[in-house]
């Protein structure tokens, strides 16, 4: 009863505003073009730049500005890297201390092996100096593909963790995904700044075995092909895009010590289920058949402000139908998904910069989400007025809800049970223009789900705004 009453209040809510969104890509940089980009992603470090991936072996960094016209090669490793297909310089990750120790992390592919190696920044910020190589890590790839590729450091944690697909062929001949004595088929986690070259989290699911074949290396398994992994800020849940075999692509969240059924299962559905007896297989949290599309590019959460329709949407698309959709999942309510375009080139990827603002990559153009808007009864556009997520959420006992005015306005931000009674006020009446940011505090409220909802009028326009998001409180 309480979840029906929920959707009725946030059906009311987000209809309030009768806004039809549709979304273009447009080139981001428009006087660059690049060689097989295949990632795109920036350092931390308050420079706001670019970098992209290019999968012969090189890193490409520029001002993140629509004028740049150059960009500089950071790094060049094409001398050690194997490309073509899929394999290459295939993943880039900054250490959390970039600012500080200049080290940045890097995936590639030799001729025989998957290499997981530590670079270091020069004196020049735009250049990093190759022969500071230190390898980290090195597995044999059996064949050519499904070599998975993403590395990234949690933003809670810091590890630093890594996704690798099942060796290759077809159907994971050798069962290496199901197999725990094998680093093919996993996420794996790291501590970089634990050991030398690397120490195991003392949380890793098998750091206690005894078994000396056991990887306490691995953190997630039972994966087939993760193309593009992605951390969502707020929630810190860890996304991935698994390709499929033959009929099913799909999206997961991965969890600690969880082992997500390939090749046992292809999405929800059985593949392959000899010596299938482990206790608990996770699905997916979606999966779309070969008749939609049949190579998964893993995206991320939009947590930008340029494009707050797409707010708290996992942005994914299909690398051979170019379709790009919107999967709205809060692990409470059932997922949906919706289509939001269609692409010009194929995508290889996904990456945010500084702002936290989302771009698609095409081997040779990199596109940034416009959305076109038209709007009805006189309300602004939302790229106007914006009432951002909670951050964090979930949250105990506090959260921080931030918003936009344009315009001086009159404004009013109200908190909703889950059943419609309003239980708090964060803000009433005349506010000047600006990015306001507030912080709620739930200590006295019980655990469940909350809705914050922002209504403004435009004091110098005709311009309103009404929008509400919802919030999760556990204690």
Known sequence: MIKNLLYAIMILFITGTSINAQFTLQNAFPNLSFNGAVFLTHADDSTDRIFIVEQAGRIKVFPNSQNASV??????????????????????????????NGYIYVNYTNATSTVISRFQVTNNPDSADKNTEFQLLTFTQPYSNHNGGWIGFGPND????????????GGDPQNYA?????????????????????????????????????RKEIYAWGLRNPWRCSFDLVTGWLFAGDVGQGDWEEIDVIENGKNYGWRCYEGNHTYNMSGC????????????????????????????????????????????????????????????????????????????????????????????????????????SLSDYTLEQNYPN???????????????????????DAVGREIDSITTGFQQKGYYQKT????????????????????????????????????
């Open 71 to 100: 960009a500089k090669e950071y790094l060049n490793i094409t001398d050690r890297v194997s490309s073509g297909g899929e394999k290459g310089l295939l993943g880039l990750a900054f250490h959390p201390d970039y600012e500080s």
């Open 158 to 169: 810091g590890y630093l963790y890594i996704a690798t697909g099942d060796g290759g062929s």
């Open 178 to 214: 199901q197999r725990i004595n094998t680093l093919l088929g996993k996420i794996l986690r790291l501590d970089v700044d634990g050991g030398t070259p690397y120490a195991i989290p003392p949380t890793n699911p098998f750091i206690d075995s005894t078994n000396v074949q056991v």
């Open 277 to 380: 007896n482990y206790p608990e297989y996770i699905f997916p949290i979606w999966e779309y058949s070969h008749s939609v599309g049949y190579s998964i590019t893993g995206g991320y959460v939009y947590r930008g402000v340029n494009v707050p329709e797409l707010l708290g949407k996992y942005i994914y698309a299909d690398y051979g139908t170019r379709r790009v959709w919107a999967l709205s999942y809060d692990g409470i309510t059932p997922p949906s998904n919706e289509l939001l375009l269609t692409a010009a080139n194929n995508p290889t990827s996904f990456g945010v910069d500084q702002a936290d603002e989302l771009y698609l990559v095409g081997f040779s153009t990199i596109y940034r989400f416009t959305p076109t808007v038209t709007s009805t009864d006189n309300e602004s």
């Open 394 to 416: 979930p949250f105990n006992p506090s959260t921080v809800i931030r918003y936009n005015l344009p315009e001086d306005s009159d404004v009013t931000i109200k908190i909703y």
């Open 440 to 475: 709620w505090n739930a200590e006295r409220l019980s655990s469940g789900v909350y809705l914050v909802k922002m209504n403004a009028k435009s004091l110098s326009s005709d311009k309103e705004f009404s929008k509400a998001i919802k919030m999760i409180y556990l204690k």
